[in-house]
């Protein structure tokens, strides 16, 4: 069965010339830096600390981060890191771990842990495709409102045109789509949720905010993930050239042999 997944969405979304070297010829430049080394090990330390293991949760990021940078340099001789930035990470993963836990009770109050990590392999209707995905945590709280939280670590934050950004939202909104059918959960009784881990903030380092995923909003996420199906099935790979210095950088293909 195919699958297609958010990231592979908002990649044809940017370019479906793009998605075509990385999901179709399995090309990918970007192996990793210091700031994936340092999500990666804070989204373990999340799991670890909802699940409630007995575990020293300082060490464990150090571990993880140190891993994980060991991890991508043996991938890539050739990858330099930047040491002082590295030292500043282990200090600031240090910070904001002690603010996870606070910073859930306060915005959440009194909750049930449903699911950690819970991957969606669901049909996607009429496609003969699935949505494939990773859920960071699914909680339940008094009012037996379901909630889903994904983990974003960031500098100092997110501005509002951010937390706003239709496509950076829609994550959340097909995460809820799919998680309510494995469920058979109603949708109304599902809110969804971003946790930024800021390394940089002065204060505020776990800031939690709820983002609507109403039916509209769940209806046109729906239409862009069967439009993108339906061309990538066609094989239609049309170059996005807006995209090769996009809001976020520059396309790592750009002028290269795969993107000239």
Sequence with gaps: MSHISYSELKTWVECAWKHKLNYIERISPFKGNEYT?????LHTVCE???????VNLKTL???????????????????????DLISQMRVQGDQIIEHILPA?????????L????????????EKDYNFKGFIDLVIQTKDEKYHIIDWKTCSWGWDSRKKSDKMITYQLT???????????????SVQT????LKRTAKNNLVEIFKVSSGAKKTENALKLLNKAIYNIKRKSHIKNKLSCHGRYGTCEFYKTEHCP
Excluded: M, R, S
């Design 37 to 41: 080394a340092f999500g990666t090990a």
């Design 48 to 54: 670890n600390l909802v699940l409630e293991k007995e």
């Design 61 to 83: 990021f150090q571990e993880e981060f140190l891993n994980n940078l060991t991890i991508l340099k043996k991938g890539d001789p050739d990858l330099q890191f930047k040491a």
């Design 104 to 112: 859930l009770k306060q915005y959440f109050g009194n909750f049930k």
């Design 114 to 125: 449903i699911e950690v990590e819970e991957k969606l392999f669901e049909d996607i209707e």
């Design 174 to 188: 097909l995460y809820k789509h799919f998680w309510c059918i494995k469920h058979n959960v109603d949708p109304i």
């Design 193 to 196: 949720h971003f946790a930024l």
